[in-house]
Nanobody
Framework: QVQLVESGGGLVQAGGSLRLSCSAA????????MGWFRQAPGKERDFVAA?????VYADSVKGRFTISRDNPKNMMYLQMNSLQPEDTAVYYC???????????????????WGQGTQVTVSS
């Protein structure tokens, strides 16, 4: 049984930084795409970043967020810098059965999801 668990969310002031972690258990995802998505209140769940080794980013976070992976530990991270109030959302870790480049940006490509971690950025 696959389990993804996010951690590292919290409350931060605008301009601050947070680092999210995602721990995967039950299967190794080193060859497969993994990603981060976010959902703000009243909005759809949106793509943030994904990686199959190399990364792709949503335009809204490019240059501020960095996705990374530690495959031997089955971990994924999202370093978030220069946070803004519009980054406030629940952030979800997701894993796919997709290999190759580029990693998918659509939610439907990711059958495995974590429970989410809240990120709140105050102005």
């Amino acid at each position: 049984q696959v389990q993804l668990v996010e951690s590292g969310g919290g409350l931060v002031q605008a301009g601050g930084s947070l680092r999210l972690s995602c721990s995967a258990a039950g299967r190794t995802f080193s060859s497969f795409a993994m990603g981060w998505f976010r959902q703000a209140p009243g909005k759809e769940r949106d793509f943030v970043a994904a990686s199959t080794g190399s990364a792709v980013y949503a335009d809204s976070v490019k240059g501020r967020f960095t996705i990374s992976r530690d495959n031997p530990k089955n971990m994924m991270y999202l370093q978030m810098n220069s946070l803004q109030p519009e980054d406030t959302a629940v952030y979800y870790c997701a894993a796919s059965n997709t290999v190759g480049w580029p990693p998918p940006r659509n939610l439907a490509a990711y059958p495995y999801w974590g429970q989410g971690t809240q990120v709140t950025v105050s102005s």
